[in-house]
């Protein structure tokens, strides 16, 4: 898809998936017991050494990789400390990943500088908080994607950490606004219940909100328009598939560039500093 669209992607990585499950216990999150993960852990030393492939293979075709944490869980009251437990973590399975894997003759050359060099985060659930602003600053963080806006908006510094939203969209019927992203999608039309019955017309709902909200940008002033996806196929594949359509219709327009945050920082920093690049960011 993104190569037949241009596009590039952010990808916002949870550490335990390149875990496989019998070294589960080797990974402790804040406050929690050793072992323990809410989103699981690699089925198999080949699974999580498949994984580690695509993560390379992406980040060589100019996708960006970023840290969503390791075990999913909800920071909202993690300190500072947790935080940083945390992101520590992050590096350190994913630096030493191959060779805890029994391969470390399948480490790619350029690994540990690839590692050392993540600067975006996206805390799981959105939930953010001084501590995390604070812990990713001393962590060598440069972004962060956690925030919710009103609609788009261009990103704004805050603590040493230049912080990105997801903006509210109108979406449905009655144009209620939501969070761009296709988990909160799946949660409002069928409450997060597996719904394949009805995957056309969400598609189609999915897909007309995220077109109506880059349009409006792109027929106005232009900011960068953020959507989020978890690349699964929920309600029958609904928001992948219109996923699809946008990035295969916008992302060949003029004056628009389908970019990671990475990317995004760049292109915006040269515009304001009088710096046209060929393209702006008008979609992300």
């Known amino acids: 898809m993104a190569e037949r669209a241009h596009a590039h992607f952010t990808y916002f990585l949870s550490c335990t998936l390149v875990i496989d ?61 947790d935080w940083r437990t945390e992101m520590t973590s992050f590096r350190t399975i994913l630096s030493s990943a191959w060779r805890d894997l029994g391969e470390p003759d399948r480490e790619p050359p350029g690994w540990q500088s690839f590692v050392s060099g993540i600067k975006g985060f996206r805390a799981p659930y959105l939930s953010t908080s001084d501590a995390l602003t604070d812990a990713e600053r001393r962590e060598g963080f440069t972004y962060d994607a956690s925030g919710i806006t009103k609609g788009p908006m261009l990103p704004q510094a805050s603590g040493g950490v230049l912080q ?31 719904n394949p019955s009805r995957t056309a017309e969400f598609e189609e709902r999915a897909y007309s909100a995220f077109r109506a909200a ?71």
């Open 164 to 194: 990105f939203g997801l903006p509210l969209i109108q979406e449905g019927p009655e144009n209620r606004r939501i969070i761009a992203m296709d988990y909160n999608l799946f949660i409002r039309h069928s409450a997060g219940v597996e």
């Open 21 to 81: 499950r019998a070294r589960a216990k080797t990974y402790q999150g804040p406050n929690q017991k050793p072992g323990r993960s809410n989103i699981g852990f690699a089925q198999s030393p080949e699974e999580a050494l498949t994984r580690l492939d695509h993560i390379w293979q992406a980040q060589g075709e100019g996708h960006e990789i970023a840290s969503h944490t390791c075990g999913h869980f909800d920071g909202r009251d993690w300190s500072n400390a």
């Open 214 to 284: 880059f349009d409006a940008q792109y027929q106005g002033e232009r900011v960068p328009l953020q959507l989020g996806f978890h690349f699964v196929e929920m309600n029958g594949g609904a928001y992948w598939r219109a996923l699809d359509r946008i990035v295969t219709e916008v992302c060949h327009l003029p004056d628009v560039g389908c970019v990671t945050y990475g990317e995004a920082i760049r292109m915006l920093s040269e515009r304001s500093s009088g710096d046209e690049p060929d393209q702006t960011s008008s979609g992300l």
